[in-house]
């Protein structure tokens, strides 16, 4: 597709389960990245990659929270031993270069609920 | 003080009316500036970018004051299909860090 695409669009899990996030960035993104959007908030973020590398994960809030794109496209956040805090809607984005010369485009999130 | 801090919301007005947005952030070293417009439940989306003083678009006009660090969005002959959250986003000098306020709340009123 042309845009961002997440999956699942709606994730509910039980406490203590590990859940797994998927983003397909747009087709050549050199940068993506994942934030956190709780209720009423804006958008937090987690972490950045630029093409494979991650060079920022300073926003992950445990090390229960890991992420990876491992060929430079495709990006999968995984949550372990999951809380209820830790529902929230879970957004990717990606932009073409390595600076805001190019708008963020975001894909339209997962909601995970933890029961 | 917070990074980004935006007017609390929510304003609600009526169809054709002239309403303005305020966000000012901390970060001295933001080069770049965004308006993200957020429909409920959707993902955010790029309103305006703000790179100089301010630029207009259409029935939008961002405004840049760098010494005051204050960003502002005015919106004028408000439609019913303005009713959104704005966030402010701030970008770190030369690099892909974007800060992004909790967001107004509008909502148009026929």
């Known amino acids: 597709g042309a845009g961002v695409s997440q999956s699942p669009r709606y994730k509910v899990a039980k406490r203590g389960q590990d859940v797994a996030l998927r983003c397909d960035p747009i087709?050549?993104?050199?940068?993506l990245f994942w934030y956190q959007q709780a209720l009423g908030q804006g958008p937090e973020f987690l972490t950045y990659?630029?093409?494979?590398?991650?060079?920022?994960k300073s926003g992950l809030p445990s090390d229960r929270f890991f992420a990876e794109r491992p060929e430079g496209s495709v990006s999968t956040l995984k949550i372990q031993r999951t809380q209820q805090e830790d529902s929230a809607v879970y957004l990717c984005?990606?932009?073409?270069?390595?600076?805001?010369?190019?708008?963020?485009?975001f894909g339209n999130g997962t909601r995970l609920t933890v029961t | 003080r917070k990074e980004v801090e935006q007017d609390p919301g929510p304003f609600n007005v009526p169809e054709g009316a002239t309403v303005a947005f305020n966000c000012t952030y901390s970060?001295?070293?933001?080069?770049?500036f965004f308006w993200y417009r957020q429909d409920c439940r959707k993902e955010p989306k790029l309103l305006m970018s703000?790179?100089?003083s301010g630029n207009e678009d259409g029935r939008f006009t961002a405004q840049l004051n760098r010494a005051s660090q204050y960003i502002s969005l005015l919106i004028r002959d408000s439609k019913l299909s303005d009713s959104a959250t704005y966030l402010c986003?701030?970008?770190?000098?030369?690099?892909?860090?974007?800060?992004f306020g909790k967001g107004t709340k509008l909502s148009v009123i026929p």
């Open positions: 970060n001295s070293a933001s080069q770049s």
């Open positions: 087709s050549g993104h050199v940068s």
């Open positions: 990659f630029q093409n494979e590398a991650q060079l920022d």
């Open positions: 986003v701030p970008a770190g000098a030369g690099s892909y860090q974007l800060t």
């Open positions: 984005a990606s932009f073409r270069g390595r600076n805001y010369n190019s708008p963020l485009h």
């Open positions: 703000v790179y100089s």
